[in-house]
């Protein structure tokens, strides 16, 4: 392969991956913009979407029934989730929530491992999702492609909803202002509730898609994604909506390109990379790209 | 009182010395273990309590600074007829030394400080909880690099054959001077500093606090102690592996510091001690078998089941943990009849939904 074909390769994988980092990207940003917290949990979320739609595919279902089960799946669990432990929390300090959603994530993993195996495991493959196909030089699958065309469908209707609809301009407000939305008569734990339900909905989506893509799921799968896409929303700016998906996109620019250009003994530090970019990042421009500024001066 | 204050610290001292030294001649190795463990535990849970409870710098890289310290200190006492071909890749001059337990441990912990350093001076300028992001990635960033420098750390394998040094005598000695040196500095001037820049960040650097930079002394002095626990696990346990310092260290870190109560040395003994005799109990069932007539299945996952709910559980009902910031001292016994001691701020569950 010539240079240039490998470049754009890369270009391409690395687009795919940070699609799938900006959908999971969304949720994490915009609940840190209500609510200032972490929530470790998300990730977590997506692993219990898929495993949940694992066996709707060795039922045999096709694909858009198992992404289907896998939405409903991981939307369930963020919203019971959100019922039930983070409701009663919204006004406690942001550490509880943040202490609160570790232990929810230790929780998911653990109880799916214990109700399954600590196998690996994989959906059953689509003879079309896996169909190879070229464009100049560039060797990807269909699912790559259908990931980035859906990742933008969905990321196109969560950009109607903010602007366009009652709840996403309530969401808008609160992020802007919690105590003047309040005063204002937005009823904040409804539109936390929704925030939780759009964010896990779209993390479901990456999660199935994840599983098509890579196979090997296991109940750890989603703790590392989570937190990745954490530094991507960062990168973007947080609590923005274009800075989630923007900085999906350079956080899977960024780890494809570093992975693929460096010698092999440096490529093994994958996970290394993206965490020194995010203390770079909170080094020069902590605000990310889209974001306001957050300071305690030094 | 005052008499009564004067001789609590050392009975206190004499007592421990006494049961350490009943423990010495008389326990078994896995006691021996088990009760040096619970003292490396307290040791971690107070230097998190440093950072996290008296700072509010919500850290969770302390299994890295552990790590840290821990593989440092077992570089540098590892025997020198195994390093040649254990761990070949450093330097000539430190293959040919092998350095008393002390000064590695206290290396080890200023390893420790240095990464904190690193860490901490971007991030701890920021408001919000970055620095569990920024801490997170620590832990993942020292887990990767373990796993992959194989000429260095022997890799997933673990560091295996670290001389047997550290006895309960160090470790609880480390114990003691982990708690002396919290005790006095939370309550030092310093301390009121760090207590405040927690409190109102904004109210601290009106009263002329350097706010980023009492943060980050405290962080790094909290990574030093961490440092230095790390270095007395690898000699309690002769066996160093990246599995030790994994996310499960995380978050069973964070279960000690918040089931006993941020800000509370008391409250990091308590719950060092629920969490590491607990699993002992727990550990058992994951195997699966029968119990008390019952057959069970092997019940993977049920350690860190249990930790994921008390996290939750704490959250949900007493956010401020058992101990909550108050101590276990002789004075509020005397005065408990009395009324309340001294008041330290005692901060619950305040609306502090920020406003931004």
Request: glycine residues 10%; charged residues 10%.
């Given at each position: 392969?010539?240079?240039?074909?490998?470049?754009?390769?890369?270009?391409?994988?690395?687009?795919?991956?940070?699609?799938?980092?900006?959908?999971?990207?969304?949720?994490?940003?915009?609940?840190?913009?209500?609510?200032?917290?972490?929530?470790?949990?998300?990730?977590?979320?997506?692993?219990?979407?898929?495993?949940?739609?694992?066996?709707?595919?060795?039922?045999?279902?096709?694909?858009?029934?198992?992404?289907?089960?896998?939405?409903?799946?991981?939307?369930?669990?963020?919203?019971?989730?959100?019922?039930?432990?983070?409701?009663?929390?919204?006004?406690?300090?942001?550490?509880?929530?943040?202490?609160?959603?570790?232990?929810?994530?230790?929780?998911?993993?653990?109880?799916?491992?214990?109700?399954?195996?600590?196998?690996?495991?994989?959906?059953?493959?689509?003879?079309?999702?896996?169909?190879?196909?070229?464009?100049?030089?560039?060797?990807?699958?269909?699912?790559?492609?259908?990931?980035?065309?859906?990742?933008?469908?969905?990321?196109?209707?969560?950009?109607?909803?903010?602007?366009?609809?009652?709840?996403?301009?309530?969401?808008?407000?609160?992020?802007?202002?919690?105590?003047?939305?309040?005063?204002?008569?937005?009823?904040?734990?409804?539109?936390?509730?929704?925030?939780?339900?759009?964010?896990?909905?779209?993390?479901?989506?990456?999660?199935?898609?994840?599983?098509?893509?890579?196979?090997?799921?296991?109940?750890?799968?989603?703790?590392?994604?989570?937190?990745?896409?954490?530094?991507?929303?960062?990168?973007?700016?947080?609590?923005?909506?274009?800075?989630?998906?923007?900085?999906?996109?350079?956080?899977?620019?960024?780890?494809?390109?570093?992975?693929?250009?460096?010698?092999?003994?440096?490529?093994?530090?994958?996970?290394?990379?993206?965490?020194?970019?995010?203390?770079?990042?909170?080094?020069?421009?902590?605000?990310?790209?889209?974001?306001?500024?957050?300071?305690?001066?030094? | 009182?005052?008499?009564?204050?004067?001789?609590?610290?050392?009975?206190?001292?004499?007592?421990?010395?006494?049961?350490?030294?009943?423990?010495?001649?008389?326990?078994?190795?896995?006691?021996?273990?088990?009760?040096?463990?619970?003292?490396?535990?307290?040791?971690?849970?107070?230097?998190?309590?440093?950072?996290?409870?008296?700072?509010?710098?919500?850290?969770?890289?302390?299994?890295?600074?552990?790590?840290?310290?821990?593989?440092?200190?077992?570089?540098?006492?590892?025997?020198?007829?195994?390093?040649?071909?254990?761990?070949?890749?450093?330097?000539?001059?430190?293959?040919?030394?092998?350095?008393?337990?002390?000064?590695?441990?206290?290396?080890?912990?200023?390893?420790?400080?240095?990464?904190?350093?690193?860490?901490?001076?971007?991030?701890?300028?920021?408001?919000?909880?970055?620095?569990?992001?920024?801490?997170?990635?620590?832990?993942?960033?020292?887990?990767?690099?373990?796993?992959?420098?194989?000429?260095?750390?022997?890799?997933?394998?673990?560091?295996?054959?670290?001389?047997?040094?550290?006895?309960?005598?160090?470790?609880?000695?480390?114990?003691?001077?982990?708690?002396?040196?919290?005790?006095?500095?939370?309550?030092?001037?310093?301390?009121?500093?760090?207590?405040?820049?927690?409190?109102?960040t904004v109210a601290a650097q009106m009263s002329g606090v350097n706010v980023a930079r009492t943060r980050l002394i405290a962080f790094t002095i909290s990574a030093f102690f961490a440092g230095i626990a790390g270095g007395l696990l690898g000699h309690l346990l002769r066996i160093l592996t990246p599995g030790q310092f994994s996310f499960n260290a995380v978050f069973i870190g964070v279960a000690m510091m918040i089931l006993g109560g941020m800000g509370s040395i008391t409250g990091s003994v308590i719950g060092a001690l629920i969490m590491t005799i607990l699993p002992q109990f727990i550990i058992p069932f994951e195997r699966g078998g029968s119990f008390f007539g019952f057959e069970l299945p092997a019940l993977h996952g049920l350690t860190q089941i249990v930790?994921?709910?008390?996290?939750?559980?704490?959250?949900?009902?007493?956010?401020?943990?058992?101990?909550?910031?108050?101590?276990?001292?002789?004075?509020?016994?005397?005065?408990?009849?009395?009324?309340?001691?001294?008041?330290?701020?005692?901060?619950?569950?305040?609306?502090?939904?920020?406003?931004?």
């Open positions: 392969m010539s240079g240039s074909a490998v470049f754009l390769q890369q270009l391409a994988n690395g687009l795919v991956l940070g699609f799938l980092y900006g959908l999971i990207a969304i949720g994490l940003s915009m609940v840190y913009g209500l609510l200032r917290m972490i929530n470790f949990a998300h990730g977590d979320v997506l692993m219990v979407g898929v495993f949940i739609a694992l066996p709707v595919s060795w039922m045999g279902a096709p694909f858009p029934i198992v992404l289907l089960a896998g939405i409903a799946a991981a939307t369930a669990v963020g919203g019971l989730i959100q019922w039930t432990v983070y409701r009663p929390l919204i006004r406690s300090r942001d550490v509880t929530l943040l202490v609160a959603s570790l232990g929810v994530s230790l929780l998911l993993q653990n109880l799916v491992l214990m109700l399954t195996s600590p196998q690996p495991k994989r959906p059953d493959p689509e003879a079309f999702l896996d169909a190879p196909f070229q464009i100049g030089g560039v060797f990807l699958r269909n699912v790559d492609l259908l990931i980035v065309a859906l990742a933008l469908a969905f990321v196109i209707g969560t950009h109607y909803f903010l602007q366009n609809t009652r709840p996403g301009l309530a969401i808008r407000a609160l992020s802007q202002d919690l105590n003047a939305a309040r005063m204002m008569g937005i009823r904040v734990q409804r539109m936390v509730f929704i925030c939780f339900l759009v964010g896990s909905a779209l993390a479901g989506v990456a999660g199935v898609f994840i599983g098509y893509k890579y196979g090997h799921l296991t109940p750890y799968s989603g703790f590392l994604p989570g937190v990745k896409a954490f530094v991507a929303a960062v990168i973007g700016g947080i609590g923005s909506f274009p800075g989630a998906v923007v900085g999906g996109i350079i956080l899977g620019l960024l780890e494809v390109f570093l992975v693929g250009y460096l010698p092999d003994q440096l490529a093994q530090f994958r996970d290394a990379y993206v965490f020194l970019v995010l203390i770079l990042v909170l080094l020069i421009r902590p605000s990310g790209l889209f974001g306001r500024a957050e300071f305690v001066k030094a | 009182m005052i008499r009564v204050r004067k001789a609590t610290i050392p009975i206190a001292l004499l007592l421990l010395i006494a049961a350490l030294w009943l423990a010495q001649s008389q326990l078994n190795a896995f006691y021996l273990q088990v009760l040096g463990l619970l003292g490396i535990n307290i040791m971690l849970t107070v230097s998190l309590n440093l950072a996290a409870g008296y700072g509010g710098m919500f850290s969770l890289g302390h299994p890295a600074f552990a790590a840290i310290g821990g593989y440092t200190a077992a570089v540098l006492t590892y025997p020198v007829a195994m390093k040649a071909f254990r761990i070949p890749a450093y330097p000539e001059w430190l293959l040919q030394i092998a350095v008393p337990f002390l000064p590695a441990l206290i290396l080890g912990g200023l390893a420790a400080s240095i990464a904190a350093v690193l860490v901490g001076w971007p991030v701890l300028r920021l408001r919000g909880h970055y620095l569990a992001v920024a801490t997170l990635g620590l832990t993942v960033i020292v887990q990767v690099s373990i796993v992959n420098l194989v000429d260095y750390t022997r890799g997933a394998l673990g560091l295996s054959g670290i001389p047997n040094y550290a006895n309960l005598w160090w470790i609880y000695g480390f114990v003691v001077l982990t708690m002396y040196v919290v005790y006095r500095l939370v309550h030092s001037r310093f301390g009121r500093a760090l207590r405040a820049v927690r409190d109102d930790t994921a709910l008390i996290l939750i559980i704490v959250m949900l009902i007493r956010p401020e943990g058992i101990a909550g910031s108050k101590e276990l001292t002789m004075r509020n016994l005397v005065t408990r009849t009395r009324g309340p001691a001294i008041r330290t701020s005692v901060k619950t569950s305040g609306s502090e939904v920020e406003a931004k």
